[in-house]
């Protein structure tokens, strides 16, 4: 399975976006999926992270209240809305997913992730 991430961009401060990834093949296998991001000089982190029901989330404290991700098995698609964005947001993000069965405190491992899309920049800019 290939993910294909896009949706990223040059948007204002308080400006909103919204990240696609689209899996090549069905989802329903990943246990979890999540979203990434690295800016430059800094380690690759995670933004958000769904498990294959939906009903069970991680955020990063810095999006918390700003951040939400979705997750449509059915199209194969997990998305990340960002509202009230602000500069230090500006990083690559990518989407990632896991067939492990993880526990919650492990979703911030990028090593427990298999898949990977490809990355799509987010600067957030006056």
């Known amino acids: 399975v290939q993910l294909q991430a896009s949706g990223g961009g040059l948007v204002q401060p308080g400006g909103s976006l919204r990240l696609s990834c689209a899996a090549s093949?069905?989802?329903?296998?990943?246990?979890?999926m999540a979203w990434f991001r690295q800016a430059p000089g800094k380690e690759r982190e995670l933004v958000a992270a769904?498990?294959?029901?939906?009903?069970?989330?991680r955020y990063t404290d810095s999006v918390k209240g700003r951040f939400t991700i979705s997750r449509d098995n059915a199209k194969n698609t997990v998305a990340l809305q960002m509202n009230s964005l602000k500069p230090e947001d500006t990083a690559v993000y990518y989407c990632?997913?896991?067939?492990?069965?993880?526990?919650?405190?492990?979703?911030?491992?990028?090593?427990?992730?298999?898949?990977w899309g490809q990355g799509t920049q987010v600067t957030v800019s006056s």
């Open positions: 990632a997913a896991t067939s492990r069965t993880l526990i919650y405190s492990t979703y911030d491992d990028p090593g427990q992730y298999d898949y």
């Open positions: 769904i498990r294959r029901g939906g009903g069970s989330t």
């Open positions: 093949g069905s989802i329903r296998s990943f246990d979890a």
